[in-house]
Structure formats: structure tokens, C-alpha cells
């Protein structure tokens, strides 16, 4: 299972494998296995919310957020994780989490006792500060839950997208007006 990931990288290590840095690689194995109680202890520590895997070079949070570890995801951000994407080129968690389970139910990978685990990951990072509607190549979070079929996502991501698009347009055409000519 995902916990032996990290059993495995144990034995690796006692064998004498060198990894840049075993904490971080530690931290990522237990958000990705949902391990709330090994990701406090090694927050606890000392080890960095935002550590990068050594492996994949993505942060606890993306692992979490990619195998909806909801409890984990808390943990992280409540430590002082960015809720945003680490790096330039790296997946937001909230983008990795609908794709996920999107992408999950549809190879047959992931079913819909899956879905509420998602929804409450994707949920936990709107509260926190998330962006809804972010586009990766026209794919956008909204558009992978509707292609997918997945009500659940569909409903928490409609009004999050509705909103945040409605705080980029002006209030009224009046306030466009004078917001044009404040800047001249």
C-alpha cells in the first residue's frame, strides 16, 4: 500500500541509499498516504510545510491535495503551507485535486466513494484561499468535474468560479468609467 512507500524508502536508507533530504521525503510519503499523525511529528520537528520532495521536486501540499488527503492538507496549511503553487511550473493543489479525481473516475481508477474525500480537500482549499478558476491549457478545474461527470465538484466549484469572476469585473458601468479616468 502507500504507507509501504515510506517502509520502503526506510529500508533504502538503512542499506545505506542516499537521498538529498530524507525528511522532506518523508513528509511527502506520509501526505500522500494520508498519515496526519507522522506529518505532525515531522512538522513538529522541524521539518518545512513546504519542503520539496527530493524525488518529485512537488510539495506536501500537491501530494496531499492529489490523493485527497483532506485531514493532511489542514495539517499542512494550519503549519503554514502555501495554499498556492510552489513553483512557476508546478500544478496549484486545488488544479491537482480536481484532476485527480477526474481523471481517476474516468480510467476507472477512482469511483465515486472516492469523491467526498475530494470534495472536502477542494473545499478545504477554497476556505483557505484557493483560486477556482485557474486554466492549465484551457483545462480548468470547473470544466475536468463537468467533463467528468462529478456533481459533487460541479456544485462546490460553480459558485467559487462565480464569484471570484464577478470580484474581476467592475461593479457597474459608472465605476468602469471612473476607474478609467482615475488611472490617467
Known amino acids: 500500500g502507500r504507507a509501504g512507500n515510506l517502509q520502503l524508502l526506510e529500508l533504502l ?11 522532506a521525503a518523508r513528509l511527502a510519503a506520509a501526505a500522500r498516504a494520508g498519515d496526519v499523525a507522522k506529518v505532525k511529528s515531522l512538522l513538529k520537528s522541524g521539518t518545512k510545510p513546504d519542503a520539496a520532495d527530493p524525488f518529485t521536486g512537488h510539495t506536501p501540499l500537491y501530494h496531499a491535495a492529489s490523493a485527497g488527503r483532506g485531514a ?24 491537482i485535486a480536481c484532476a485527480s479525481i477526474c481523471e481517476g473516475l474516468g480510467r476507472g481508477r477512482k469511483s465515486d466513494a472516492d469523491v467526498p474525500r475530494y470534495v ?3 473545499e478545504l482549499l477554497l476556505a483557505r484561499g484557493a483560486k477556482a478558476h485557474v486554466s492549465i491549457f484551457g483545462e480548468t478545474p470547473l470544466k475536468m ?16 468560479v462565480a464569484a471570484e ?12 468609467k471612473s476607474t478609467r ?4
Open 13 to 23: 536508507w538503512a542499506a545505506g541509499a542516499k537521498t538529498k533530504d530524507k525528511d
Open 72 to 95: 493532511v492538507a489542514a495539517a499542512l496549511l494550519d503549519a503554514g503551507a502555501p495554499v498556492v503553487a510552489a513553483a512557476e511550473r508546478e500544478l496549484s493543489p486545488l488544479f
Open 145 to 160: 468535474a463537468n467533463d467528468a461527470g462529478c456533481a459533487p465538484l460541479v456544485e462546490l466549484l460553480k459558485p467559487a
Open 120 to 122: 472536502e480537500t477542494v
Open 165 to 176: 469572476q464577478k470580484a474581476l469585473k467592475p461593479a457597474t458601468p459608472a465605476a468602469a
Open 181 to 184: 479616468k482615475k488611472s490617467r
